[in-house]
């Protein structure tokens, strides 16, 4: 299955950071990956029909009582999910909001390289981040302050007419190109986190369990690692409730590390009109930096070329 998952992704190593008129690329040593969620859903098929798992579609589901007589009920049922709405208080969870808002579209072409631009126009503070994930196609997310939604009047739009807004605001990128609208709904992201992972035979892994930010990582991959360590747990013992206490172990530690990263990523892109106001190479360090994951010597390992020509412009005070 890895093997057909990384043959139908699209992979790539660099990446621009734009900033109001200014460039600069990025090389990393190591490639960052996207794949359509169709081929990927279709791949997931066809590997669970092999095992024999039988998959049901549009049944809804509102209570657990039908699942009484399973083993293990493991929801995995996003960030908005039942499972853990019907067990809250139990799960210890709690739940805000962010201040910026955003919206997911699509770009019928491949727009290369990935690109991260942080744009003032009409008056307010804007990023869009692209990428593609097809030959043919690119995510495409736009995303703004809270006092920009407000103030250039996006918050008495609909959401076709932010669509043609933000076409306009990021017209140089779009090259004539509409913004493709996929259930777009510009929204504010959700920050849950759960101090219990497990109740009786329920486990959550995902967004269910804790919300990924779109800035520092892909939420399906986070769900297949939690699935992954879910399953090594339970090859270890025949007791679900021991399993449910390793699985605990084996993927708390890093799920809180990555927690933390997530938090300091997104408190950064929180803060439009203060970072906004450096200069792109300290711009570029800031953000390369942001999770606080990666220090000097990581940052020289990671993006080699850009860490030299911060050093040479900033001095030989930084490590290595």
């Excluded at 090389?27 to 279709?42: C, F, M, N, P, Q």
């Excluded at 590997?47 to 024999?52: N, Y």
Aim: with cysteine.
């Amino acid at each position: 299955m890895h093997d057909k998952i990384s043959g139908a992704m699209i992979f790539n190593r660099e990446q621009r950071i734009h900033l109001n008129g200014t460039d600069i690329l990025l090389e990393y040593s190591s490639e960052g990956g996207a794949i359509e969620r169709l081929d990927l859903l279709k791949i997931l098929r066809a590997a669970c029909s092999d095992v024999g798992v039988d998959i049901r579609h549009n049944c809804k589901i509102e209570a657990l009582d039908q699942f009484n007589s399973y083993d293990l009920i493991v929801g995995a049922d996003g960030v908005n999910s039942l499972v853990r709405r019907l067990n809250e208080e139990a799960f210890g969870t709690e739940a805000y909001t962010l201040t910026n808002h955003f919206a997911w579209y699509g770009v019928g072409r491949a727009m290369q390289p990935g690109s991260l631009i942080f744009r003032t126009a009409a008056g307010g503070r804007f990023v869009g981040h692209y990428y593609p994930y097809t030959p043919r196609m690119s995510t495409f997310v736009a995303e703004c302050d809270a006092a920009t939604w407000r103030s250039v009047g996006l918050a008495g739009m609909s959401d076709d007419e932010r669509r043609k807004f933000m076409e306009t605001v990021f017209a140089p990128e779009l090259m004539g190109d509409p913004l493709i609208d996929n259930r777009s709904i510009w929204r504010n992201f959700p920050v849950v986190t759960n101090k219990v992972w497990s109740v009786g035979n329920i486990v959550l892994i995902g967004d269910a369990l804790m919300s990924a930010h779109f800035s520092i990582g892909s939420g399906t991959r986070l769900a297949m690692d939690d699935a992954a360590a879910l399953f090594e747990a339970i090859q270890q013992t025949d007791d679900v409730a021991a399993a449910l206490v390793r699985f605990d172990g084996i993927r708390r530690p890093w799920r809180e590390q990555f927690g933390e990263a997530a938090k300091r990523s997104f408190s950064w892109y929180e803060r439009l009109e203060e970072i906004m106001g450096q200069e792109l190479i300290d711009f570029a360090y800031d953000f390369l930096t942001r999770t606080g994951r990666v220090d000097d010597v990581r940052l020289a390992q990671y993006t080699p070329e850009f860490f030299r020509m911060y050093k040479k412009a900033k001095g030989a005070g930084l490590r290595p």
